[in-house]
């Protein structure tokens, strides 16, 4: 090639270069604020990074030779083998596989894929918000909503760590982008990329690729409507191409989950969707600095303040478009308004009903997975609300962009020290399903052959492989009669090799789970697989004599056929791509309105924004770590909204706790948080948190939560008290649903710990009792009592307490009592415990019966009184041998430690109700 030539050339890159969009540079250089803390040795110590990491490393394993597609994963499940990768999308491994074998260990290459995806959710979300309004600046603030959205965050940062959902989320805009462009250019050529990209999410998450196909596909519909001539339209097909291309893996995934323990019962049995609600309080947290001393900081699943006042903005804009134009922004900005709105619905508790009704649902255990689908349509609107504003270009969208860093930066400083992996092996693999009983890296063991009844919780091979044994030997040593021999002539992930001698039959024990897939072979002829009852292990019948043994898991008829699906769809496409080359001229894509582009030749203060952008993000956001995170002294938790400290015998202190409200309706819910100390490491137990809400008269238990592991319920983000050390402090979450017609009174509320080893409960340090009671709630009235019969305005007085009785109903004899109803309030709660008496005097002032008690017989005493609350409660004085005649019935209160009576303005300590005969009868 000549200089010439060369020179063009440069000068047409260099020509490329300066046309290209800037917004796109702005927008991946603002995710250097979150890709900033990861540049640090070590990765997020998260609640399911470690999970995917050790999968990666399993399916690395599996790829021996003559396995094109893992399948099988034979070192997970304690050695016995696990069919993950038939369920398990692969796409996330693939990529880190690919970044591993550049040279980069695994944790870098894990690393490196965590930043694939933040950059992968702020471009989408911009080349997406950019083509549908035509706006640079909307199309920026839609990127930084997106990447920023604190649920983003949790998973990349701080708690989550579930990597093939942050994946599949960050793909969606890209499908949409792609869909976008295919209706607009009615081009094949888009169709097949919004398919590929759909493939994508499809090979990321079966979940999120199940709710977020409803989307594609009426969008697909609302941009390309059908018309009254019938005519296939190009995107139509997005969908259904990206169904067969992933055909090899979805396919085997929905048929095989019946050879399997995937069912819902299990799910709801061992992790109910229904307590995983987040509450709606929650979805619109503020988000508050995050705790340096906690193991566990508290990251509220919320959608952000800022996201929702702006994506508020936007519905209003979109609202007035579609009265006033353009409509074609408007309607496609408001499905997205109906998607968040609905992913936010199914997120809430109140739709309980339809989780009920749509068993597939229930099998996702997290109804807030959804949030990541309700990022995507507040995006979408708040690129709407910048849009819609006729101002300078640039400056709503930048004084937004400022909020949004401001709402959600606590979230962008990792508290939790990060965990260095290295280039872990298959001994830390074995490790890590030993210590944190996660069989098969999962949390459930769902994907168990249905004939393993009793799940393992260890095994030799788990220990062999520990130990540096890269293969331990899966054949049974101990199932070989006397004088037989078996020597090992080769073994892979997917393949046994054995040379039997016997001088009897016998029946041989394989130490590897049964699957559809295992075929064995004798001497080059199929043998029947039996499964042990109980252990789900294979077992072989083996007659005597010398044979060559050949166990292989091989793909079943429906793994091929739908794997040539698969493979045919994408010959298909390729020759298409070949046959028709007018595609390349045809579809270049849609011409983009006018500002839809910033070209970096126009624009020299480009460079100057890109320089603020990462000066600001590794000079000036680590200057500002102290203002936005804490660091609580020992002993203390910080953010507890009442600190104490109760000792408990085993060397835990209670050192705070939060309550959500201190006045709760009956069939609400209480929110109680406990923060746990532990002063002694390591605890030997797993010990369970408990919370009851009790009566304060005989201590019934009308609500209760109990953690089975410390921690936050709603997310499992969980930490057992073997893991705990002295150094932090645990956040520890429970959720008391109260029930319907609850008294309207007073209830305890009383923390302990179980020993579940000891079938127990944990002592004070003190010895004095097993519980504690840390506050007193009250029940709301639903209903004001019924109207006292009779009124009265009697206010009895004490060292500024006020109790009125305002009204009585007449007395009754039952029996041999006397019974009346008294009606009671106080403008504001005593600060004393009063007693109340009954007397009756006879005429001559004589007392000849009396009853004292607290009111209602000490359920609500008179320092847990709601001010106003106007209180009923029956009463009764024991008659015995009263003799008939003519009695004032006379009430009053006291102060129970001292004695004192209440006085009324007149300076009565008493109150006559009324006179009462008593016959003889």
């Known amino acids: 090639m000549s200089e010439l030539q060369i020179s063009k050339n440069t000068r ?95 944790e870098s290459a894990f690393k490196a894929l965590i930043i ?287 909020l949004v860093l401001v709402s959600v930066a606590p979230v962008l400083y990792p508290v939790v020290g990060f965990t260095r992996y290295g280039d872990p092996t298959l001994a830390h693999l074995a490790g890590y399903e030993r210590r944190s009983q996660a069989i098969g890296t999962t949390t459930l063991g769902e994907y168990l052959p249905q004939t393993v009844a009793n799940p393992p919780t260890d095994s030799p091979l788990a220990a062999q492989m520990e130990a540096g044994d890269p293969q331990p030997e899966r054949l049974d040593r101990a199932s070989l009669p006397p004088g037989a021999s078996a020597d090992r002539l080769a073994q892979t992930a997917v393949t046994h090799r054995y040379r039997l001698q016997s001088p009897t039959g016998f029946t041989l024990r394989v130490r590897q789970f049964y699957y559809p897939g295992w075929q064995a072979r004798l001497d080059g002829r199929p043998l029947e697989i039996r499964v042990e009852p109980e252990t789900g292990l294979m077992l072989l019948d083996i007659p005597p004599g010398e044979h060559i043994l050949d166990l292989h898991f091989a793909d079943t008829p429906l793994r091929t056929a739908s794997g040539l699906v698969s493979l045919g769809t994408l010959a298909g496409i390729a020759a298409a791509l070949v046959v028709r080359r007018r595609w390349a001229a045809a579809d270049r894509g849609p011409e983009t309105a006018a500002g839809a582009s910033l070209p970096l030749a126009r624009n020299r203060r480009v460079m100057a924004v890109a320089l603020v952008v990462i000066i600001a993000a590794f000079w000036v956001k680590p200057q500002l770590r102290p203002l936005l995170t804490r660091q609580s002294p020992p002993g203390m938790a910080l953010p507890a909204q009442n600190k104490t400290t109760i000792a408990f015998a085993n060397g835990i202190q209670l050192i705070g706790f939060d309550l959500s409200r201190q ?122 009592p019924p109207p006292p019969a009779r009124r009265l305005n009697a206010a009895f007085t004490l060292n500024g307490d ?42 001559q002032q004589n007392l000849v019966a009396s009853w004292d008690s607290p009111p209602l017989e000490g359920a609500y005493p008179t320092t847990t009184w709601l001010a106003g609350q106007a209180i009923r409660e029956t009463r009764f004085i024991p008659l015995g041998d009263a003799p008939p005649g003519e009695y004032r019935l006379l009430v009053g209160l006291y102060d129970s430690a001292s004695g004192q009576r209440m006085v009324t303005p007149d300076g009565a300590d008493f109150a006559e109700l009324e006179r009462v005969r008593i016959s003889g009868d």
Not at 803 to 818: A, E, K, M, N, Y
């Open 116 to 402: 694939l995806i933040i950059l992968l959710y702020a471009i989408g979300m911009y080349l997406f918000a950019r083509d549908l309004f035509g706006r640079v600046d909307a199309a920026l603030t839609a990127a930084a909503t997106y990447a920023f959205a604190p649920f983003a965050l949790r998973e990349a940062l701080l708690v989550g760590g579930n990597i093939p959902q942050y994946l599949a989320i960050g793909l969606f805009p890209w499908t949409l982008w792609a869909v976008t462009r295919a209706a607009r250019a009615r081009s094949w050529g888009w169709t097949v990329a919004a398919a590929g990209f759909y493939a994508a999410v499809m090979l990321s998450h079966l979940f999120h690729v199940f709710i977020f196909t409803p989307v594609v596909l009426l969008y697909s519909l609302l941009l390309a409507p059908p018309s009254r001539r019938p005519r296939l339209r190009p995107v139509w097909l997005a969908v259904p191409l990206g169904l067969l291309l992933t055909a090899f893996f979805w396919l085997p995934a929905f048929v095989e989950r019946a050879y399997t323990r995937a069912r819902a019962e299990v799910y709801l049995q061992r992790s109910p969707f229904y307590l995983r609600y987040p509450r709606w309080q929650e979805l619109i947290a503020w988000i508050e600095p995050l705790d340096a001393r906690a193991a566990n900081p508290h990251v509220p699943l919320t959608l952000g303040v800022v996201t929702l006042a702006l994506a508020g903005l936007g519905l209003v804009g979109l609202a007035w478009w579609a009265i006033r134009g353009p409509r074609r922004l408007a309607v496609p900005g408001l499905f997205f308004g109906l998607v968040a709105g609905t992913a936010i619905f199914l997120t809430l508790p109140v739709s309980r009903p339809v989780w009920e009704a749509i068993p597939i649902l229930q099998v996702a255990e997290f109804p807030w997975r959804l949030l990541g689908l309700a990022n995507l349509g507040l995006a979408v609107l708040c690129a709407a609300a910048v849009a819609s504003v006729r101002a300078r270009k640039g400056s709503i969208a930048l004084f937004w962009l400022v």
């Open 663 to 784: 006045v709760v309706k009956p069939g609400g819910y209480l929110q109680v948080v406990l923060y746990w100390q532990a002063t002694e490491a390591p605890i030997r137990a797993n010990l369970q948190p408990f919370v009851h809400l009790d009566r304060l008269d005989d201590f019934t238990t009308v609500a209760d939560a109990t953690n089975y592991t410390p921690g936050d319920v709603t997310t499992e983000s969980v930490l057992p008290t073997f893991h705990w050390d002295t150094a932090r402090y645990v956040r520890d979450e429970h959720d008391l649903d109260l029930p319907d017609g609850l008294p309207p009174i007073a209830y305890a509320v009383r923390v302990g710990l179980i020993d579940p080893h000891q079938g127990r409960l944990v002592r004070l340090a003190d010895g004095t009792s097993n519980t504690v009671q840390l506050a007193v709630v009250n029940v709301q009235p639903v209903d004001a």
């Open 12 to 106: 047409a890159v260099l020509s490329r270069l300066k046309q290209t969009d800037a917004g796109l540079l702005i927008a991946g250089l603002l995710t250097l604020f979150i890709i900033q803390p990861l540049l640090r040795p070590g990765l997020p110590t998260t609640a399911d990074l470690a999970i995917h990491l050790f999968r990666t490393l399993e399916y690395e394993q599996a790829w021996s030779p003559g396995v094109i597609l893992p399948r099988w994963s034979a070192n997970l499940g304690f050695g016995y083998g696990y069919p993950l990768f038939i369920f398990a999308p692969p796409l996330p491994y693939w990529l880190a596989i690919l970044f591993h074998s550049l040279g980069l260990t695994l």
């Open 802 to 843: 006020t109790i009125r009785l305002v009204g009585f109903d007449p007395p009754t004899r039952q029996d041999d009592r006397l019974e009346f109803a008294l009606t009671w309030q106080a403008d504001h709660r005593p600060a004393q415990e009063y007693t109340i008496f009954a007397q009756l005097l006879d005429l």
